[in-house]
């Protein structure tokens, strides 16, 4: 691709969109940087695509003009997935926004890409239902089901892989294909829907998604417990998983998160490792599911279960859960967050945790531990000033530790971020050879490797 083929596209692109297409600077450095420790990478020219039309428009163009395209959704991603490392066209489909259909009674619903989590929980709601992907951040729901997203509900209702029905999908070369129906199982062929979650853009564009859904259960109690080592709070986790407690959420948050949590957002909690929990059902399912957790943590030098039912002690309790990836930031202002997530079998988490938190204390660095330890996925968060080079050099070499030992463990590079350009290696390290019938299946699907490349693997 050179210059000469992204003035021609470009100039074509226009007089097919029209307003639709621009190249003004800050459009373009808005469209190459996401949450990641990464340089930003704009890409050429952005696309705001509205309909299927669009999409199917600049996938065949670039295809003619062996021009890279980068899908975009709300820009929420950790690994440098939307970076344009080759130039090219920055698909932005957060206008294709519409929540297409909903069926309460299928539980199950389908939406455009650019829909967000709290705009399809808003709409949801009006029926009584939830989708249960809560990565956190609000992204598309077609960025989720593309890095295959996960989040605090995941132990009790899996990750997005579980909860798409179907997709709509344009291929590099602009045709549109169906993965499949409505139907809650099917052993039709191939299992294409779970092919291209995950694939990060690199395989064709999400245009369409068909979910499955749940009723808002009738009770929802959160729950917060402190504890005087993380490896207590990872006992009482493994306890209540192996005897069968069905919590919804557990998360754990170290001294280090607490206290950061507390200072920035004006809370009391106890500066000791914390679990935060949530369970769902009937009342008196809820309220049995809330003493046996209460007598696991107990037998585990927990203080005490607070809990409670209404939305707004909810909240409060949950509040400094959610503002960790915040508190995190205000350690040190102007800094970036590398948030990594391993995850490992649930035997081997405290271990691995113990360990994650020796290395972090040895570090010059500020740091935190949080995560959703009911899946053995966790996160250290350590600030780092992307323009210092000794700094990068120090994160990397951390981040790589913990890697290996989530591996050796039997574990995973990441448990929801995806791979983007900042795991490539570390891809490799864990699957061996199967990246290359990865790469096979990539140059079946994008043989002229316009789609996000540069990303999961290099060709």
Known sequence: MGTTEITALVAELKERLGAKVTTSESARAIHGRDESVFPPQPPDVVVMAAAVDDVQEVVRLCNRYEVPLIPFGAGTSLEGHIHAVSG?????????????????????????????????????????????????????????????????????????????????????????????????????GYDLTRLFIGSEGTLGVIVELTLRLFGIPETIAAAVCSFPTVEDAVATVTAAIQLGIPMARIELLDTSAIKAVNAHAGLGNKETPTLFLEFHGSPAGVKDQAQRLAEIAADNNGAGLEWA?????????????????????????????????????????????????????????????????????????????????VEMDEVRGLNQR???????AGGTCTGEHGIGTGKIAYLEAELGPAVDVMRRIKAVLDPKNIMNPGKIFRL
């Not at 913990?402 to 050796?408: C, G, I």
Request: glycine share 8%; aromatic share 4%.
């Open 88 to 188: 090219g066209v920055s698909l932005d489909m957060s206008a294709m926004d519409r929540v297409l259909r909903v069926s309460p009674e299928d539980l199950d619903c389908t939406i455009e890409p650019g829909v967000t989590r709290l705009a399809l929980e808003k709409t949801l709601s009006r029926d009584g239902l939830f989708f249960p992907t809560d990565p956190g951040a609000d992204a598309t729901i077609g960025g989720m089901a593309a890095t295959r997203a996960s989040g605090t509900n995941a132990v009790r209702y899996g990750t997005i892989r579980d909860l798409v029905l179907s997709m709509k999908v344009v291929l590099s070369d602009g045709s549109l294909i169906s993965t499949g129906g409505r139907a809650r199982k099917s052993s039709a």
């Open 402 to 408: 913990l890697v290996e030992r989530a591996l050796d």
């Open 309 to 389: 039912t209404n939305l707004s002690d909810r909240n409060h309790l949950w509040r400094a859960r959610h503002q960790a990836y915040f508190a995190a930031l205000a350690l040190r202002p102007g800094s970036r967050a590398l948030s990594t997530d391993v995850c490992v079998p649930i035997s081997a988490l405290a271990g691995c945790i113990h360990d994650a938190t020796a290395d972090l204390e040895r570090s010059s660095l500020p740091s935190m531990i949080f995560g959703h330890v009911g899946d053995g996925n966790f996160h250290t968060i350590i600030l780092v000033d992307p323009d210092d080079t």
